[in-house]
T-cell receptor, first 110, second 112 residues
Framework: SQKIEQNSEALNIQEGKTATLTCNYT??????LQWYRQDPGRGPVFLLL?????KEKRKERLKVTFDTTLKQSLFHITASQPADSATYLC?????????FGAGTRLTVKP | EAQVTQNPRYLITVTGKKLTVTCSQN?????MSWYRQDPGLGLRQIYY???????DKGDVPEGYKVSRKEKRNFPLILESPSPNQTSLYFC???????????FGEGSRLTVL
């Protein structure tokens, strides 16, 4: 079946370090990947979109990559801060089908 | 302010009692969608709508109905709720199908 998987349910890192979150897809070829941030009790908020023909996208301290050979997207937060603590969702879109991963809960400790 | 508004935010009901969760967006978006979010399963799409009077099933449509009579509104209807529909529900909209999704704040539904 078509899947978007975020392998780590939770990730704990120290403030100032780079957080790297992974999103893998199987039996699926997304034309776009999107990343969202979700805080407890709130709806997801869009962060970045990357197309299959783009290898990398950046926005301030955020960077996302898209590797169609590995069928993987990596999401990086550099110089992480406690305020970055949240759940991050990966979503893939192809042919009218949008699928979300289960999310990775990131905790940045001071 | 651009937003997606869902109501109610919290609801406890009993099996079989019909309910409607409303969703409204003020961004003139063509695309709207409903998701449910369950622990460990992530967001799963229930129904989506590409435009007025155009709706289609997502991954988990059983037990749900939707309608899109106006561009701004996309209500989710549970004709006969069951306990397995206890979940956190999100409405979302975007300018186009593959674009950035704007989510509502969620509706937490408990069916006893």
């Amino acid at each position: 079946s078509q899947k978007i998987e975020q392998n780590s349910e939770a990730l704990n890192i120290q403030e100032g370090k780079t957080a790297t979150l992974t999103c893998n897809y199987t039996n699926y070829s997304p034309a776009y990947l999107q990343w969202y941030r979700q805080d407890p009790g709130r709806g997801p908020v869009f962060l970045l979109l990357i197309r299959e023909n783009e290898k990398e996208k950046r926005k301030e301290r955020l960077k996302v990559t898209f590797d169609t050979t590995l069928k993987q997207s990596l999401f990086h937060i550099t110089a992480s801060q406690p305020a970055d603590s949240a759940t991050y969702l990966c979503a893939g879109y192809n042919n009218n089908d949008m699928r979300f991963g289960a999310g990775t809960r990131l905790t940045v400790k001071p | 302010e651009a937003q997606v508004t869902q109501n109610p935010r919290y609801l406890i009901t009993v099996t079989g009692k019909k309910l409607t969760v409303t969703c409204s967006q003020n961004m003139n978006h063509e695309y709207m969608s409903w998701y449910r979010q369950d622990p460990g399963l992530g967001l799963r799409q229930i129904y989506y709508s590409m435009n007025v009077e155009v709706t289609d099933k997502g991954d988990v449509p059983e037990g749900y109905k939707v309608s899109r009579k106006e561009k701004r509104n996309f209500p989710l209807i549970l004709e006969s709720p069951s306990p397995n529909q206890t979940s956190l529900y999100f409405c979302a909209s975007s300018l186009k199908r593959a674009g950035e999704l704007f989510f509502g704040e969620g509706s937490r539904l408990t069916v006893l």
